[in-house]
């Protein structure tokens, strides 16, 4: 570990979700994109598109609600081998082939993110039990600079563990947003969200109505309205709590516009700029 301060030095964070992963051309577009992206970074996949169709071809129900899967016994091994195993290993070898030198990562390796069991929630008045699905609890920033520093670049799956040798099922925007608070004190943090539209919309249909910067203010009146909703929802709560956590800047885009200068920016209130 490098004692000298890194603060000022750079260091982006890549978050792309399970429709991406789906698609070969902005899959392939991503990872070029990705790779030519200079100095530090850390990329983080999500992958639950390819694990409801592999619960399907083992006949195990794959049961949402509110966008979340509820994950059993069945479901954690479907999530563990899919996340941890086929979609992380594809993109690291994917990412070698570009020049990278990846190391993939499950929270469990290397103790890099450790969660606690979500407790039954009220869900439209009813109880629900998401199973063995993670809170974060902590990330070793300390580790993950180590790799970086070394000239690795993590790539993260969508799992953390409880240090009681259990895995756990966890939100990739939220893997993504807890590991670049973790780094912000040690890099000036750019983190990016990539899916498939160019970000936040006032209209879902209408790719033309993107909003530029949304403040926490802007995102309590959307919400309100109904402007932002469904998934969206922990997205811009992820990407509000990391700057609020020091992240220095917050995008959502589209998977071929991820050199920053696209899409949506999620931003304090005293940094909102028209």
Same mark, same amino acid.
């Given at each position: 570990m490098r004692e000298k301060n890194q603060a000022g030095v750079p260091l982006t964070i890549v /978050?792309? =979700?399970g429709a991406v992963v789906e698609d070969e051309q902005q899959l392939t577009q991503l990872l070029k994109d990705f790779a030519a992206i200079?100095?530090?970074?850390? $990329?983080?996949? =999500? &992958?639950?598109? /390819?694990? @409801? /169709?592999?619960? %399907?071809?083992?006949?195990? %129900?794959?049961?949402m609600v509110n966008g979340r899967r509820v994950t059993d016994a069945a479901t954690l091994e479907?999530? @563990?081998?899919?996340?941890? &195993?086929l979609v992380n290993k594809q993109l690291v070898a994917r990412l070698q082939a570009g020049g990278i030198n990846a190391?993939?990562?499950t929270g469990a390796d290397a103790d890099t993110m450790r969660s606690h069991r979500r407790p039954p929630v009220l869900v439209d =008045?009813?109880?629900?039990? +998401? =199973? +063995?699905?993670?809170d974060v609890d902590r990330v070793n920033g300390q580790t993950l600079q180590t790799l970086i520093e070394a000239g690795i670049t993590p790539v993260m799956a969508p799992l953390t563990h409880d240090g009681e040798g259990n895995l756990l099922n966890t939100n990739a925007d939220t893997i993504a947003g807890e590991t670049a608070k973790a780094l912000a004190a040690a890099y000036d943090v750019t983190l990016i969200y990539a899916f498939e539209k160019p970000g936040v919309l006032r209209s879902a249909d209408d790719d033309t109505s993107l909003i530029p910067v949304i403040t926490r203010a802007d995102f309590v009146r959307y919400k309100?309205?109904?402007?932002?909703?469904?998934?969206? $929802?922990?997205?811009?709560?992820?990407?509000?709590?990391a700057v609020d956590a020091g992240v220095s800047r917050v995008i959502i885009t589209r998977a071929d516009a991820i050199d920053g200068q696209h899409g949506t920016a999620i931003v304090r209130e005293n940094s909102k700029q028209q």
């Open positions: /978050k792309v =979700g200079s100095g530090r970074k850390v $990329l983080v996949h =999500g &992958g639950g598109r /390819k694990a @409801t /169709k592999m619960a %399907e071809r083992l006949g195990i %129900e794959t049961t479907v999530v @563990t081998m899919v996340y941890g &195993g190391l993939g990562l =008045g009813a109880p629900v039990d +998401y =199973g +063995y699905v993670g309100a309205d109904g402007t932002i909703s469904g998934g969206m $929802l922990p997205k811009i709560e992820n990407a509000l709590a």
